[in-house]
């Protein structure tokens, strides 16, 4: 836990940090010339003169001249104006994704651009170490796969499910894997000989977005994801919020219905993971093909190609079942009750809907929009956007990428 704290800095994390602010400078930027560095920074154009030549030295980033003028620009007299851009593909990271029933492995460059990826299905029943094990054989084909020097690999991000201690590295508790106290990092360190960091999978989504994504420049963002249960990372001027024990965000388990709701796995009735989880749909979705079995959603189920179940729903709905548009409209607004809530708590620029509300977004979005918008306080809810996120599939593998990039390239410790 970063306690708050008053101590001066010794030479070395000033440079530290003068280092991170030029490189996310870059970064947001894409290539700026050493007078707009500085300006940007507010560091000397010694200082950063200085550093721009150790990370030529390190080859992070590159001198390009600028060769094409503006329409209407003269060139200027003298030298000829140089900027400076990252190296795309200086560095690497390995971004691990653990799901319920699923894991995603791929590897990235320093705009966490994705070269290659892999997913991996396996039995929720089976024992964390096993699961460990495939993590780390997959985690080593990727890097044959993609090419990539072992030397050039910084580390490797985990965006793991449930709840997770981020300093030990350690997931507490993943009731869905039924996963205890498995100590993800060390495990995965010594298997793998590489550095190693984990959080929460949601909020590593919320921080990619925050650094690649949609979220650039926000300041305060909510990602909220939906598959097997419901989660939200939070992020407060540009750093992940994880609460005073580790468990901000456990959005799916606000009370919604306060009588005669569904007992919840995490022991209370009428969650808000009762209502809209991928389970509760499937749910509602029975009953609808039982009372019609003639109807499009009937169909849809009964039909051949490969696509999940959730997806069937989802295609009935385009196709016209007005029932099932009807039921999935109901649940969205159930999730938009809860969002008001976090409108209220939170006052958010930006919400981002992941999972399940990002592949239905055509029969979510608008309804959530709408019961936010009449819902939240003094008109916070209209001032919010809210939107699907712009990494869909990628949401997981690219946020754990973006938690190894952040820990050992962009704002290391
Ligand atoms: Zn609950």
């Known amino acids: 836990m970063s306690k ?58 590159s001198e390009l001249e600028e060769t094409a003028l503006e329409p209407g620009e003269l060139r200027p007299v003298g030298r000829p104006r140089t900027s400076i851009q990252l190296e795309p593909n200086a560095r690497f990271v390995i971004g691990v994704h653990i799901g319920v029933g699923l894991f995603r492995v791929g590897i990235s460059n320093i705009y966490n651009e994705m070269l290659y990826n892999q997913v991996i299905y396996f039995d929720v029943g089976l ?13 080593e084909t990727v890097i044959l796969a993609s090419g990539v020097e072992r030397g050039n690999i910084l580390g490797v991000g985990v965006g793991a499910s449930g709840l ?50 949609v979220g650039r420049g926000v300041d305060s963002l909510a990602f909220v994801y939906g598959r097997t249960g419901v ?5 407060f001027k540009g750093q992940v919020f994880r609460g ?34 991928e389970e509760a749909i499937l749910r509602q979705t029975d009953q609808i093909a039982r009372l019609y079995p003639q109807g499009i959603l009937a169909q849809t189920l009964s039909d051949k190609d490969d696509i999940s179940p959730i997806e069937r729903v989802f295609r009935a709905g385009r196709a016209g079942d007005e029932t099932v548009r009807a039921m999935l409209e109901d649940r969205a607004f159930y999730l938009g009750v809860a969002l008001t809530g976090l409108v209220n708590l ?31 306080f003094g ?22 990428s973006a938690l190894a990039l952040m820990h050992f390239f962009y704002q290391p410790e």
Request: net charge neutral.
């Open 127 to 139: 024992p964390a170490g096993q699961v460990l094990e495939q993590i780390v054989t997959t985690i």
């Open 244 to 277: 005073s024990t580790k468990g901000a965000g456990e959005i799916g388990h606000t009370t919604i219905l306060l009588r005669g709701g569904e007992l919840c796995r995490c022991g209370n009735r009428g969650c808000l993971e009762t209502l809209i989880s």
């Open 164 to 213: 997770v201690d981020f300093h030990s590295g350690v997931n507490l508790l993943a009731p869905n894997l039924n996963w205890r106290d498995v100590p993800l990092r060390d495990a995965l360190q010594q298997a793998l000989n590489l550095s190693v960091v984990v959080d929460n999978n949601v909020r590593t989504m919320a921080l990619g977005e925050t650094y690649f994504g």
């Open 4 to 61: 708050q704290s008053f101590q001066g800095s010794n030479i070395n994390l000033v440079k530290l940090h003068n280092l991170q602010v030029v490189l996310l400078s870059l970064l947001h930027e894409s290539h700026l010339s050493r007078v707009q560095l500085a300006q940007k920074t507010n560091l000397s154009s010694t200082t950063i003169t200085n550093l721009i030549a150790e990370l030529i030295g390190q080859r992070i980033v």
């Open 379 to 400: 008109g916070m809810g209209k001032q919010v956007r809210i939107e699907a996120t712009s990494f869909g599939w990628k949401a997981g593998v690219l946020g754990a």
């Open 231 to 235: 989660g939200a990372g939070l992020i």
């Open 346 to 376: 939170f006052n958010p620029e930006l919400i981002l809907l992941g999972g399940i509300f990002s592949r239905g977004q055509d029969f979510f979005l608008e309804p959530i929009i709408q019961t936010v918008s009449q819902m939240s």
